[in-house]
């Protein structure tokens, strides 16, 4: 499984950027994908998720202003945000997990939390750094 993120970069208070993530090397028919944001010192947090039903879920600090979509191509996703604040910055991951289940059967926030994922479920990351 392989994962790269690209797309972030420098953007002033207010700005928007879109982050994309191409993942190769598997293909699950149920699964977890979701974006994630890191600063040094804290842990990882879920910023958004979407499942394999297509059920999507976002982090109370980034509803309204972040969209996670999936692209036409096969293991490619998006992640639009708008309105991006200083408190955005961070390096921004994203992972894909398969699930044992029908991902309908589970909570949509399972997918949103860091934990789920396991060790080799990720990308490298892309930096995003917002400023006045």
């Known amino acids: 499984v392989q994962l790269v993120e690209s797309g972030g970069g420098s953007v002033q208070s207010g700005g928007s950027l879109r982050l994309s993530c191409v993942g190769s090397g598997y293909t699950y028919s149920s699964y977890c994908m979701g974006w994630f944001r890191q600063v040094p010192g804290k842990k990882r947090e879920g910023v958004a998720s979407?499942?394999?039903?297509?059920?999507?879920s976002y982090a109370d600090s980034v509803k309204g202003r972040f969209t996670i979509s999936q692209g036409n191509a096969k293991n490619t996703y998006y992640l639009q945000m708008n309105s991006l604040k200083l408190e955005d910055t961070a390096m921004y991951y994203c992972?894909?997990?398969?699930?044992?289940?029908?991902?309908?059967?589970?909570?949509?926030?399972?997918?949103?939390?860091?934990?789920?994922?396991?060790?080799?479920?990720w990308g490298k990351g892309t930096l995003v750094t917002v400023s006045s």
């Open positions: 979407v499942d394999s039903d297509g059920r999507v």
């Open positions: 992972a894909v997990v398969p699930l044992g289940v029908v991902s309908a059967t589970l909570n949509p926030l399972y997918c949103l939390r860091a934990g789920n994922y396991g060790e080799d479920d």
